[in-house]
């Protein structure tokens, strides 16, 4: 960031910005409905966008005038404050408030940054400027070796960030936000697509819980082996950057595993609980931050696990990818079964417990040409998405180099 166009400055953040924190709202707070919402850090998607429908929290209407400091108005910008240190997705991601007409009150953990020299900083243009990986990197060193990263005030204001004259700020948000637009229409097709999938469904064999069409049902334990895998130790450099391709939670996110983030060596396989597993097997998550429990995806490679996936086995009884979709529809059932204290888990015993519809294969093949017909219309959505996605990078290292 050494060479900046001329006009271009590079300040910290506290030279513009200020910061304040929420209220630790406590659960005995909440009611079951109102137009009052505590807005979370779980309201902050870790793609900058701000999602007010998300596991919603109600709060007395009357806490808008008692906590009045702490109610957010549209257009402001919140900040996620912590997260976990393995699987950071939302630290420092900030994002622009969208009220919906609602009354929204700022929780503990979440910060609202207050412009200081508003005549030097155009709001949208900061939600992007801090969404950067360089940003996200900076944030990652507070972690101090814990699981579980706690920014406070002075470590968010202290990040460095480009700033350009106002008009620049505003064209560069602008090209942004088009680009970010584009990414968003297309993630909307691959989301209506996936609805699309769960009505063929519904419509030939159901509801799972109903079972109005009378199908036989099965645990899950009765119908195929069901095993895990395992972490190798990281503290022997044999193990990893192998080519054995090694799954963990995070992409057990509902669609064929063609590659992994990770690879480990033979090594690690023959000195671990890691197995290699075959195409077609179902992985599903056993925990996992936010959405990621219950979470299901297939095997489209031979491939190890972590031990947060539990995986089931393929079976001549079933077609993977109708067990597959079942399970899909029947995400929240699956997370609802999850035990534990301070965070719940899902474990083999209660995926092995876990009841499914088995109707005739004939029809099971049926569905699962259906299916792969959706998956192939899914699978040029998400090129077309990859591309965008490269679009949106390119033009975000362009634009914070004056380059647009």
């Not at 910005?17 to 409905?33: P, T």
């Not at 996110?253 to 990770?262: A, P, Q």
């Amino acid at each position: 960031m050494s060479n900046l166009p001329k006009k271009w400055n590079l300040l910290a953040l506290n030279q513009i910005c200020d910061l304040q924190n929420g209220y630790a709202f406590k659960s005995s707070d909440y009611v079951n409905i109102s137009s009052t919402l505590n807005c979370r850090m779980s309201n902050i998607r870790p793609n900058g966008v701000f999602d007010l429908e998300h596991n919603q929290k109600f709060l007395p209407d009357s806490y808008t005038e008692k906590y009045k400091q702490y109610l957010l108005k549209d257009g402001d910008v919140i900040i996620a404050m912590t997260d976990m240190a393995t699987e950071a997705k939302i630290l420092g991601v900030p994002t622009i408030v969208k009220t919906q007409g609602k009354n929204l009150l700022l929780n503990q953990r979440v910060g609202k940054l207050i412009i200081k020299k508003p005549e030097l900083i155009y709001f949208p243009y900061l939600k992007y400027v801090l969404n950067r990986e360089q940003v996200k990197k900076y944030f990652l060193k507070f972690a101090g070796g814990g699981l579980q990263i706690n920014l406070c005030k002075d470590d968010i204001l202290s990040v460095t960030i480009p700033l350009p004259p106002l008009e620049e700020q505003k064209k560069i948000a602008e090209i942004l936000d088009q680009a970010e637009e584009l990414r968003r229409k297309r993630k909307e097709a691959i989301a209506l697509l996936n609805t699309l999938t769960q009505s063929i469904f519904i419509e030939m064999f159901g509801d799972p819980v109903k079972n109005l069409k009378s199908f036989p049902i099965f645990r899950l334990g009765d119908l195929t082996k069901i095993s895990s895998g395992s972490t190798p130790s990281r503290k022997n450099s044999e193990n990893f950057n192998g080519n054995i391709p090694w799954v963990k939670t995070t992409e057990v996110n509902e669609r064929l595993i063609t590659d992994t983030e990770e690879k480990i060596t033979e090594t690690a396989l023959q000195n671990s609980s890691c197995h290699l597993y075959p195409v077609g097997s179902i992985l599903i998550a056993l925990y996992g931050q936010g959405k990621t429990r219950g979470q299901c995806a297939v095997l489209g490679i031979e491939a190890a696990t972590n031990q947060a996936c539990g995986v089931l086995l393929p079976n001549p009884k079933y077609e993977t990818n109708f067990l597959f979709a079942q399970l899909l529809i029947s995400y929240s059932r699956l997370r609802a079964m999850a035990r534990g204290g301070n965070q719940e888990n899902l474990n083999l015993g209660l995926i092995a417990d876990f009841t499914v519809l088995l109707p005739p294969l004939s029809l099971q093949k049926e569905f699962a040409q259906r299916f792969e017909a959706v998956e192939e219309l899914k699978k040029s959505h998400r090129a077309s998405l990859s591309e965008l996605d490269a679009l949106f990078a390119s033009l975000q290292h362009r634009a914070f180099r004056g380059e647009l």
